[in-house]
């Protein structure tokens, strides 16, 4: 168990960094089953509801571009806090 948590862990732990990073990033741009499995207004993802803002002929331009900013944020935040994992992989990648 001690070298699990002394050895491996901190090996391992940029490699866990990107594929939870990748993970959420990519269930968090399922457009397509979040549209089909939803019934109702209230239980809209984002993504899919930023989509409504478009009509048949005509979009509201500035209200898609404000939730999409606001939908990128969360995403934004998880890869500030995920580049010192990302980076220190990198890093000690190469010296050890």
């Known amino acids: ?13 940029p490699g866990i960094a990107v594929v939870a990073t990748f993970a959420f990033t990519m269930s968090w741009n399922e457009y397509l089953y979040a549209m089909i499995m939803t019934t109702s207004p209230a239980q809209q993802t984002a993504v899919v509801a930023i989509s409504s803002f478009k009509y048949a002929d005509s979009a509201i331009w500035g209200r898609i571009m404000a939730a999409s ?7 934004t935040i998880i890869y500030i806090v995920a580049q010192a994992q990302l980076i220190s992989g990198k890093s000690d990648g190469s010296v050890k």
């Open 1 to 13: 168990m001690k070298s699990l948590r002394y050895i491996i862990t901190p090996i391992a732990l």
């Open 69 to 75: 900013v606001l939908t990128s944020l969360p995403v």
